[in-house]
C-alpha cells in the first residue's frame, strides 16, 4: 500500500518570504499523480498543484511549485511571495489505482500547518 | 467553489441513529469519491462510484453504505453511530475514471453526541 509521509506538523513563514514543505511517499508502481491540497480554516479542500510522475518537468502554477524527485520519492511544494491567505494546512496526496477496473483513490499526508507571519 | 455541493452542511446527532449525506458532483463529473477526515485517523478514502456502479472501496465500515443514482447524486449512509464516527465528511467527483484530479465538496461536519 502506499504511504505518504509529511514530515513537518507546522510551519511558519514571514509574509513575502518564500516556504517549501516536504513530502515523501512510498509507491512500487511507475507511473502515477501527485497531488498538494491546500485546507484553510473554512475547511474547503483547494487544488494547489499537481504532477504527472512521467513528466521529468516540475510543475508551476503561479507562485507554487513543486521539486519532483522521483529516485528518491520526494515532492515537495514551495510557496514564493507567501501571503497572509496562504495560511492553511497543505495535504500532499498520491492517487493510487487500477487502471483497468477503473478504481482509483487518494492517498493524503498528515498535513503541514503553514502560518504566514505579517 | 468547486462546483460539487454537499448537504447538509452540519448534522448533530446522537450514537445509536442512523445520517444520510448527500453529494452532487460538478457537472459532467462521473465519478464520485467519499473521504473521512478525522482529529485521529487524518483524510481516509471511504469508496468510489462511477456512473452509479461500485469501483473502489477504502476504509469505510460495514455500517457505512453508499450509492451514485442515475442522476449521478450520491449519497452515503452512515448507521448506528458511535462517538468516533464524527468527523468531516468530503466528497469529491471527477470527470472521467481515468481523470487525475479530485475536485472536493464543502463537506458535512458529522457530530455524535
Known amino acids: 500500500a502506499q504511504t505518504v509521509t509529511q514530515s513537518q506538523p507546522e510551519m511558519s513563514v514571514q509574509e513575502a518570504e518564500t516556504v517549501t514543505l516536504s513530502c515523501t511517499y512510498d509507491t512500487s508502481e511507475s507511473d502515477y499523480y501527485l497531488f498538494w491540497y491546500k485546507q484553510p480554516p473554512s475547511r474547503q479542500m483547494i487544488l494547489v498543484i499537481r504532477q504527472e510522475a512521467y513528466k521529468q518537468q516540475n510543475a508551476t502554477e503561479n507562485r507554487f511549485s513543486v521539486n519532483f524527485q522521483k529516485a528518491a520519492k520526494s515532492f515537495s511544494l514551495k510557496i514564493s511571495d507567501s501571503q497572509l491567505g496562504d495560511a492553511a494546512m497543505y495535504f500532499c496526496a498520491y492517487r493510487s489505482g487500477d487502471t483497468l477496473a477503473g478504481s482509483y483513490q487518494l492517498t493524503f499526508g498528515k498535513g503541514t500547518k503553514l502560518s504566514v507571519i505579517p | 467553489d468547486s462546483g460539487v455541493t454537499q448537504t447538509p452542511k452540519h448534522l448533530i446527532t446522537a450514537t445509536g441513529q442512523r445520517v444520510t449525506l448527500r453529494c452532487s458532483p460538478r457537472?459532467?463529473?462521473?465519478?464520485v469519491y467519499w473521504y473521512q477526515q478525522s482529529l485521529d485517523q487524518g483524510l481516509q478514502f471511504l469508496i468510489q462510484?462511477?456512473?452509479?456502479?461500485?469501483?473502489a472501496k477504502g476504509n469505510i465500515l460495514e455500517r457505512f453504505s453508499a450509492q451514485q443514482f442515475p442522476d449521478l447524486h450520491s449519497e452515503l449512509n452512515l448507521s448506528s453511530l458511535e462517538l468516533g464516527d464524527s468527523a468531516l465528511y468530503f466528497c469529491?467527483?471527477?470527470?472521467?475514471?481515468?481523470?487525475?484530479?479530485?475536485?472536493f465538496g464543502p463537506g458535512t461536519r458529522l457530530l455524535v453526541l
Open positions: 457537472s459532467g463529473d462521473l465519478s
Open positions: 462510484y462511477y456512473n452509479g456502479e461500485e469501483r
Open positions: 469529491a467527483s471527477s470527470v472521467e475514471v481515468g481523470e487525475e484530479t479530485q475536485y
